[in-house]
């Protein structure tokens, strides 16, 4: 039901576009106004959710301790998955955003008769992750040649790397095919591991269709429904420089792909998508673990007091004359 | 409450249920020994807690006070703003299961609301509801569910079934702490009057006597001195640590399990061997008698309000530094809350070992160090005679409580005090220890008998662990450095691996340390004689 429901949403999206690619008026608000507004939306959208978490206090020192702390000289300690100090949690970051770190150790839990239980490494996810995070960037920047004129030797050369292998014609991009496997296998362990079909909600397989459906139409515009780039290059450089144009005859695959990638914007500040933001904000990653070396500060640190030493003793005065301990107030 | 048997506890079902996990309804009646009493009405009362009678979670109504979905709500918006850590983790979950089998609760019980991701969900999809325009645009179809007394009593089931062990952190690509959630969730529900009364009832104690176990100052020391009489017995070595002593160096701080109950008691004779040993200036307090500190699973305030007494104690006394004892959740609170909520303390000077001279510069601000890092200190500048064969009786494993272990990064001072003390030594399986180690499943005040069911099976992926090695390399002894570790590994091993008993780092070093004018100790501290064991063991 819940797959249904996002493949639905997503087919709605794409055939919208399909039907709008066909009709003047509808062109304009395709591949004009609705990348303005989802650009925007984007923009604000994520300024405002950094800015929101952001406005939050962070009250006490929570770092998660993954390995040796930093105390005794002759103990080797950990300075990456256990920071003591700031630039070793910016390296600890580093290391979650760039290799995603935490996802490397998983593990796999079974119970064997007998009630033995055997832990297998897990490394399926991590791959699955990686491929498609790596691939999404590199399809990310190849795109920036549609936008500007000359294209960059940067992009130039990630281009020839990615078409490395000389595959068809056009070139068959490897990061093209990435993003595709990396989906493909994201959304396969939500539908086949019963555990994860479960756990999870149609906002979890809607942006892998988004995601897929951009893909998707991307591939077969290259590959197999041809589209004239040149128009389309114009359209991406007049939106860059605020005067664009309907481009004539592209067809309504074009259109259905830009507009896919329209909503992944505007949908992306209100969902789950901004975990690419609030991974820099978790507390328990971004954080040295010093407290004991450097206070933390509390901005609202509440000015609470216990039960004083004069109230306790106090109550236990005459008990502790007998008992002979020593007394403030005899 | 009838026990079940290891066969009927084994067969768990991992497969989810047809049911939804957003219906949040719970069958109290059918569940009974995997829920923990609610809190006395006097404790709530005690402590000036919202909402304090007499109830049960098997009751239809639960008494909630009026207003509660508002105080909820309220509570929720409060915690948004004070917490960035509850922000971010209700925002930026993908729900890609990797925290999924990291629970021992889950593992244990194959119950799909004890995987993290599905704890969190539970306080997540209020959040939706209440605190983002999608979730109250698109209702269930967004994951959002409304806030009703069958989600709070939902929400007082699972989030009194996490143990705020941190292990599912370690997994998530976010850090995403479902403890702190836990910390968080369980603040909510106290203002409704909603927590269990194994929390509350230490609570309310450690207020008014300084230590959980409501023991009083005259019964601290005859508890003290009964044990130093026993010590004396053992070891023909009479200990006197002193009491409230002012202008002493050094203010010891440990849980109060460590002078009460077994095996604790001979941890603590451990640590007053080792003080005599280096006739150190050192004094417990009747006052601060109590270094756990149940707040932490009541609210921050909670917590702050408890360990007020450490600093003021040091403050009154005069000491200059302070050494914490062998405790899991104590250390939480030494480590990552006690400097931020009740320092600063300039009073006191940076730990400096005086049989040593080591500064101890990872605490020049909170001045307080561990026990063992204290410890492992002396054995690596040689300030301590040790006979590690009188331990031979003892092939010993070291369990890493969760606190010391993923909120600190204790791992290699309790080994290296272990390696030195004892000969025989083996790890247990690797994604069981250090920063992986499974929970007891008793922490966070889920160490009652009514909850036993559910503390067996939480403690099935330790237990497995500790069979795992007493099958492979004969290990009879878990040691940890932790004193609801002592109570609770003691059951738990009991039942998953019968013969392996639990003991303190601290009791071993005790019954290594070779004491000036000690008799010939022909026994170790519980009175175990070496030889015979030692005989057995090879029979
Ligand atoms: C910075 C560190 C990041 C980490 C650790 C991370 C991690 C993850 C993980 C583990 C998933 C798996 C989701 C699943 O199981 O379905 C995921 C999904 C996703 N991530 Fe990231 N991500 C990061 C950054 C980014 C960035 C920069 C983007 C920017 C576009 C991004 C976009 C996505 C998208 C679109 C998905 C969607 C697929 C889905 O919803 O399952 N992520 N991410
Ligand atoms: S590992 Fe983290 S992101 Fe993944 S489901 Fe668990 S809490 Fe969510
Ligand atoms: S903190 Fe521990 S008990 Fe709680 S959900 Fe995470 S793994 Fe389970």
Redesign the pocket.
Same mark, same amino acid.
């Given at each position: 039901m819940r797959i249904v429901l996002a493949l639905v949403a997503v087919g709605v999206l794409a055939g919208i576009a399909w039907a709008g690619g066909q009709s003047p008026a509808m062109q304009a608000f395709l591949a004009i106004v609705a990348p303005y507004v989802a650009i925007a939306v984007f923009v604000v959208g994520i300024g405002a959710r950094v800015i929101g978490w952001a406005r939050s206090a962070v009250p006490f020192r929570i770092p998660t301790t993954c390995g040796q702390e930093r105390s005794l000289s002759f103990i080797r300690f950990s300075p990456l998955d256990n920071p003591s100090s700031s630039l070793g949690a910016v390296g600890r970051m580093a290391l979650?955003?760039l290799t995603?770190r935490s *996802?490397f150790r998983n593990t796999r839990a079974e119970l064997k008769p007998g009630g033995r239980l055997v832990y297998s490494s897990d490394k399926w @996810?991590w791959a699955g992750?990686l491929l498609?995070?790596y691939s999404?960037l590199a399809v990310f920047l190849r795109h920036y040649r549609f936008f500007v004129e000359p294209v960059p030797k940067v992009i130039a050369v990630l281009q020839g790397l990615d078409g490395f292998f000389q595959v068809g014609v056009p070139v068959f991009f490897l990061t093209s095919f990435g993003l595709i496997a990396g989906?493909g296998y *994201?959304l396969a362990?939500?539908l086949v591991d019963a555990r994860m079909r479960y756990l999870s909600l149609p906002a979890?397989y809607f942006? @892998?269709f988004l995601?897929l459906g951009i893909a998707l139409t991307g591939i077969g515009m290259r590959h197999l429904w041809k589209v004239d780039i040149v128009r389309v290059k114009e359209l991406a450089i007049g939106l860059v420089n605020f005067h664009p144009a309907v481009p004539q005859g592209v067809g309504p695959l074009f259109y259905v792909h830009l507009f896919l990638v329209s909503a992944l914007l505007a949908y992306f500040p209100f969902s789950?998508?901004v975990?690419?933001a609030g991974?820099f904000l978790s507390p328990t990653r971004n954080l040295a673990n010093n407290n004991r070396a450097v206070r933390h500060l509390n901005p609202w640190n509440p000015p609470i007091v216990g039960h004083t030493y004069a109230e306790w003793e106090e109550e236990f005065h005459d008990k502790m004359k007998a008992a002979g301990l020593p007394l403030d107030r005899e | 409450m009838g026990h079940k048997t290891e066969e009927q506890l084994l067969q768990i079902d991992y497969a989810p249920p047809k049911r939804d996990w957003t219906d949040p309804s719970v069958d109290f009646e059918a569940r009974k020994g995997t829920w923990s009493y609610p809190g006395k009405a006097k404790n709530l009362q005690y402590m000036g807690f919202p909402n304090p009678r007499d109830w049960s979670p098997t009751d239809a109504d639960w008494q909630l006070p009026e207003g509660w979905e508002k105080i909820i709500h309220d509570g929720f918006k409060e915690r948004l703003e004070k917490y960035r850590s509850l922000k971010v983790f209700m925002d930026i979950c993908?729900?890609?299961?990797?925290c999924a089998d990291k629970c021992h609760f889950y593992i244990g019980s194959g119950d799909p609301k004890n995987m993290p991701v599905l704890r969190a969900e539970l306080l997540r999809s209020i959040y939706r509801q209440d605190f983002t325009t999608t979730g109250k645009l698109l209702g269930a179809l967004g994951g959002s569910r409304k806030l009703t007394p069958e989600v709070l009593k939902e929400w007082f089931y699972y989030f009194f079934q996490c143990t705020e062990c941190r292990r599912c952190s370690v997994f998530c690509?976010?850090g995403i702490d479902t403890a702190e959630i836990t910390m968080l969730a369980r603040e909510l529900l106290n203002l409704v009057g909603l927590n269990i009364n194994w929390v509350m009832e230490p609570v309310a104690n450690c207020h008014r006597t300084g230590n959980h176990l409501g023991i009083e100052p005259h019964t601290f020391k005859d508890n003290i001195d009964f044990l130093m009489d026993e010590l004396a017995d053992i070891t023909g070595v009479r200990c006197e640590p002193s009491i409230n002593r002012k202008g002493a160096e050094i203010l010891f701080v440990i849980p109060s399990a460590d002078y009460f109950a077994d095996p604790g008691i001979y941890t603590f004779m451990g640590y007053m061997l080792l003080f005599k040993y280096l006739d150190l200036d050192i004094t417990l307090s009747a006052y601060a008698s109590e270094g756990g500190n149940f707040g932490l699973f009541t609210s921050h305030d909670t917590i702050k309000k408890l360990n007020y007494k450490v600093y003021h104690e040091a403050k009154r006394l005069g000491v200059k530094w302070l050494i914490g004892g062998e405790c899991g959740h104590m250390w939480r609170v030494l480590h990552q809350y006690m400097n931020t909520m009740n320092g600063p303390v300039d009073f006191l000077e940076v730990p400096k070992s005086p049989i040593t001279g080591t500064v101890f510069d990872n605490a020049r601000s909170a001045k307080i160090i561990h026990i063992c890092e204290f410890t492992a200190d002396l054995i690596k500048n040689g300030k301590l005679k040790l006979d590690p064969s009188r331990n031979d009786h003892r092939r010993v494993t070291f369990h890493d409580s969760c606190n010391p272990a993923r909120a600190m990064g204790l791992f290699e001072e309790p080994r290296y005090v272990l390696k030195a003390a004892c000969n025989h030594f083996f790890e247990m399986p690797e994604n069981t220890i250090r920063e992986q180690t499974f929970c007891c499943a008793g922490g966070a005040g889920l160490g009652n008998d009514e909850n036993m069911e559910m503390r067996l099976r939480g403690g099935l992926p330790r237990g497995s662990a500790v069979r795992y090695v007493r099958d492979k390399h004969g290990v009879n002894t878990l040691s940890c450095v932790c004193a609801i570790d002592r109570a609770t590994l003691s059951g738990l091993c009991e039942y998953w691996a019968p013969e392996v008993g639990v003991s303190g780092v601290h009791e071993l070093l005790g019954n290594a340390l070779v004491m000036p004018g000690e008799n010939e100790r022909p026994t170790d501290l519980r009175g175990t004689p070496i030889a015979a064991r030692e005989g057995a063991d090879h029979a």
């Open positions: 979650e955003v995603f *996802l @996810l992750a498609f995070h999404f989906l *994201l362990r939500r979890d942006p @892998l995601l789950k998508l975990h690419m991974v | 993908v729900r890609c299961g990797a690509p976010y």
